[in-house]
């Protein structure tokens, strides 16, 4: 069966300090994969999605960044981390046209 | 712009009884509409889809309907338990080649009580 693997799970990071979230899928081949930022009480915005190896699309432009150097594997950075970049990050994966599959996410407090 | 409301942020019920819980949207049409379970610290589960040809969408207590005239979706959990309370989030997903991309609501607390 199919898991998916957010970590850390919690992170405290200072402003300006640099940031790098993993993601890694098992069981699937070819997923599309998805980075989402929740603020507090809110719905979920999406913020990078791939549809293979080396391939990010954005979808609001902001201080992060998304690679996926392997086919399975799906990193969220930033070199420098604002205040406003605090949030709750899941990473979700799915196949063409099928449901999303989420992580447990990362919460993310910067000070 | 692409709008999706999610009416009410809270909804307390009695258990037993059905909750019931609206998506609108707008400046929008979906091929799929999808209604996922967020527990508290956690990331949301994947409950129901429905397509734009379809009307309703059955799954154990759970029931959801697609009005695409209208553009609403209804979801319903009959005989609800204190164990439905959770955030439960609408999202779309305007098919083709919009690599499954979804758009999600601001989601509706559900707490059943006992």
């Known amino acids: 069966s199919q898991t998916i693997h957010q970590w850390p799970a919690t992170l405290v990071q200072p402003v300006g300090s640099p940031l790098s979230l993993e993601c890694t899928v098992e069981g699937t081949s070819n997923p599309n994969l998805y980075w989402y930022r929740q603020a507090a009480g809110r719905g979920l915005q999406l913020l990078f999605y791939?549809?293979?190896?080396?391939?990010i699309s954005s979808e609001v432009p902001q201080n992060l960044s998304a690679s996926r150097p392997q086919d399975r594997q799906f990193i969220l950075s930033s070199k420098k981390l604002l205040l406003s970049d605090s949030g709750f990050y899941l990473c979700a994966w799915s196949a063409s046209n099928q449901p999303q599959h989420f992580g447990d996410g990362t919460r993310l407090s910067i000070l | 712009s692409q709008k999706i409301e999610q009416n009410s942020e809270a909804l307390n019920i009695q258990e037993g009884k059905t909750a019931t819980l609206t998506c609108n949207y707008t400046?929008?049409?979906?091929?799929?509409l999808q209604w996922y379970r967020q527990d508290p610290g956690r990331g949301p589960v994947f409950l129901l889809l429905?397509?734009?040809?379809?009307k309703e969408k059955r799954k154990e207590r759970l029931k959801v309907t697609f009005d695409t005239t209208l553009k609403q979706s209804l979801f319903h959990i009959t005989a609800s338990q204190p164990a439905d309370s959770a955030t439960y989030l609408c999202a779309l997903d305007a098919g083709g080649t919009s690599y499954g991309k979804l758009t999600f609501g601001q989601g509706t607390i559900l707490t059943v009580h006992p």
């Open positions: 791939s549809v293979g190896i080396g391939q």
């Open positions: 429905i397509r734009e040809n379809e």
């Open positions: 400046n929008y049409s979906p091929a799929y």
